[in-house]
């Protein structure tokens, strides 16, 4: 799949990303993107999902209508020491959101440090 980490996830939460090409918002020159934009901009350009760590995505956007899937990183605090007890969830966020797509559906997905939550 194609991954695409919005500007607010540090870039080294890259590393729980395995076996998926990957690429951020800020490279793409898409730091100034609105989260509507980000989303619909995403889809245009081929990603499968974005990951983020915003927490009101889920009250902005119409998750009914979403242009592609989304993993929220429901986390404390944005550092990587937080991040990575939510990282470990990844995997099996990923995995049902492959799920999804194989019924040509989008969704999203919540990750914590408990694991994963689908919405």
Request: charged share 25%; with cysteine.
């Amino acid at each position: 799949m194609r991954i695409l980490l919005d500007n607010c996830v540090p870039r080294p939460f890259q590393k729980f990303i395995v076996g998926h090409e990957v690429d951020t918002a800020y490279k793409r020159g898409w730091a100034s993107l609105a989260n509507g934009e980000l989303l619909r901009a995403a889809a245009l350009a081929g990603f499968d999902v974005l990951i983020t760590v915003d927490q009101n995505l889920k009250y902005q956007q119409n998750l009914s209508d979403l242009p592609l899937s989304v993993v929220m990183v429901r986390s404390v605090r944005i550092d990587m020491d937080h991040l990575s007890k939510c990282g470990i969830h990844l995997d099996a966020a990923l995995h049902l959101i492959e799920q999804a797509a194989e019924q040509q559906r989008r969704i999203m997905v919540v990750i914590g440090r408990e694991g994963v939550e689908g919405d």
